[in-house]
């Protein structure tokens, strides 16, 4: 991205609709929590059709980004790869769905390449979906600010950092979601574990505030 020279730290979501707008048309819901530290995604993916019978695949999606950085006057993108299963990478379920993502460094609009597995346990694939980045984000992945505090503000272009929240994890644990449970406990703990470093450069932050204001 132009512009961008420091890692920005934090959690936040994504809710793609990737697929046409014909109806009866295939739609994929992918809904995921990017966590940049690590530059890893994990989420869920939905995949349905109003065929007979219906389309109506589901997995627990992991997976990881990277920035696709051109030369000027290129353009730079982002690449995600994911995964998914039902129950996530720890379950011994069979891998049933694959993506490839790209989307610009805005992260709103891309072209996605997925495959999943049919009724018939056959992979059937889809290549350059549109896929489209919408502002309602389902609940399982939380648009609510999430505890325990403010992270290091990321550049304009991004989407809202947010670091995780109990709400999440109390939703996971009522519906008795493992996986969720699992990814959310890892993302809450790599969260706390930042907070010295945040504490830091809030510090660092007021200190310069003063400094500008006294000018």
């Known amino acids: ?22 109806a009866g048309a295939q739609s994929l819901a992918l809904n995921l929590l990017v966590f940049t530290p ?12 109003a065929t007979n019978p219906p389309l109506d695949v ?17 353009v730079s993108k982002i690449l995600i790869t994911a995964q998914g299963n039902h129950g996530g990478p720890g379950s011994n379920s069979i891998v049933n769905f694959k993506l490839q993502l790209v989307v610009g460094t805005d992260w709103k ?29 389902p609940s399982r992945v939380s648009p ?12 304009s272009s991004y989407p809202p950092i947010m670091p995780l929240y109990a709400a999440p994890i ?13 990814n959310l406990s890892r993302l809450a703990q790599q969260q706390l574990d930042q907070q010295p ?15 500008q204001e006294r000018r």
């Open 144 to 155: 609510l600010p999430l505890e325990p505090g403010p992270v290091i503000p990321p550049e």
């Open 170 to 182: 109390q939703s996971a644990m009522a519906s008795g979601d493992l996986a969720q449970m699992k």
């Open 1 to 22: 991205m132009s512009g961008f020279t420091q890692q920005s730290v934090g959690l936040f979501p994504l809710a793609y609709r990737i697929g046409t707008s014909a």
């Open 58 to 74: 589901h997995a627990d999606v992991w997976g990881e980004y990277t920035y696709l950085t051109v030369m000027s006057p290129g």
């Open 38 to 49: 690590d530059e890893t995604v994990n989420g869920t993916a939905a995949i349905t059709q």
């Open 109 to 137: 609009e891309g072209v996605a390449n997925y495959s999943y597995l049919n009724g018939q346990q056959q992979w059937v694939e889809v290549n350059n979906a549109p896929a489209h980045l919408i502002e309602a984000v």
């Open 197 to 211: 470093q945040l504490q830091s450069a809030l510090e660092t932050a007021k200190d310069e505030i003063s400094r």
